[in-house]
């Protein structure tokens, strides 16, 4: 039998090792969508103690340590209520004209279409609307029941809230004490190298945390107040949804302003909703070509393909939480190797 080639060699000893590292890596992901509740749970754990890691040390340089964990979660707790009553008061107040300006605005487009160049039945959206209701009073069991599955999946959302705050507390008053003890519990050849791996993987998640908190926090001021002054009802709760929408870059913030187009569609007519599809671009760039770089610079250094793959990968394997999770783990995936590959200074 001819000797195998060197190349041949080489390329199977690298496939085995791959396989053999693709089945950890799928093992650990089937495991993680087993459990996905308690994962998502200490993600989000994780993002409050980021959050709220700063604050709660500054207090506790005047108070004990638990008073000031406490502290920063109710006072956390009290914004977060404050904002969402902010926004149910603004969309209760405008409901009466928001429905007209709606009725108005569907019968604007209406006659809109049926103009030159797209000469539609001027009826169309009325047919649509009453073959809504036929369909909504023909399938109402199976609505009924999805909102059954609905109900029971939003104590679940809540029960990973709770496990999440409580995870929070625990991390906030002795996180350091906790990631100490697991080191210890390590052989001495790998205790170095997880210390160096943990701290540069904390280090880039909270940096990618207080990040993209105030890029979403810019995205939703700049659309509150174009939205503000263009006349759009639902300015507030629209940039809501920009803030919470721009947790995903690349996608996120496009498809929240595109709601905010079809809502200025409908209540304003098709000029203002152009200006708010020409902010859609403007607050692309603003965001890819300022903010991320300047904000998300220091943080991490991810080249915009590998965010898009990243995005679009984690919304295949996970839907939206796959999406918003995908970027800061590949974040901490490539400092953790950056970090292990570079030589650490010997002792002197």
């Not at 940096?207 to 700049?222: E, Q």
């Not at 070509?289 to 295949?316: D, E, F, K, N």
Request: hydrophobic share 60%; aromatic share 8%.
């Amino acid at each position: 039998m001819p000797p195998v080639s060197p190349f041949l060699r080489t390329a199977a000893s690298y496939a085995w090792r791959l396989l053999v590292v693709g089945a950890a890596v799928y093992a650990v992901f089937v495991v993680l969508g087993r459990f996905h509740e308690i994962t998502v749970a200490l993600f989000l754990g994780l993002v409050i103690t980021a959050l709220l890691g700063p604050p709660a040390r500054i207090l506790a340089r005047r108070m004990p340590r638990s008073v000031a964990v406490a502290v920063s979660l109710v006072g956390s707790a009290v914004l977060l209520l404050g904002v969402l009553a902010l926004v149910g008061e603004a969309v209760a107040g405008e409901s009466g004209t928001l429905v007209r300006e709606f009725r108005d605005g569907l019968g604007s487009i209406e006659r809109w279409l049926a103009r030159p160049p797209f000469r539609l039945d001027p009826h169309a959206l009325s047919d649509l609307q009453s073959k809504f209701g036929d369909y909504v009073s023909s399938h109402r069991s199976t609505l009924l029941n999805t909102a059954v599955t609905g109900a029971g999946q939003l104590v679940q959302v809540f029960t990973t809230l709770a496990l999440a705050v409580f995870s929070s507390v625990f991390f906030l008053y002795g996180g350091d004490r906790q990631w100490a003890w697991f080191c210890e519990q390590l052989p001495d050849w790998m205790r170095r190298r997880v210390a160096i791996g943990g701290r540069a993987a904390w280090r880039t998640f909270n940096g990618y945390t207080h990040g993209i908190v105030l890029v979403a926090a810019t995205n939703a001021v700049l659309v509150g107040v174009a939205l503000y002054f263009l006349g759009v009802p639902l300015a507030v709760p629209l940039a809501l949804l920009e803030f919470f929408a721009a947790f995903v870059p690349l996608i996120g913030s496009p498809v929240a302003l595109a709601v905010a187009a079809v809502v200025a569609l409908a209540a304003k007519g098709p000029l203002i909703a152009g200006v708010v599809v020409a902010l859609i671009v403007v607050i692309g760039q603003i965001e890819g070509h300022l903010l991320h770089p300047l904000v998300m610079s220091w943080a991490v250094r991810l080249h915009p393909l590998v965010v898009a793959v990243s995005v679009v990968a984690g919304a295949i394997a996970a839907g939206v939480v796959g999406a918003v999770v995908a970027v800061p783990l590949v974040s901490v995936i490539w400092s953790v190797r950056c970090a292990l590959r570079t030589p650490a200074p010997g002792p002197p």
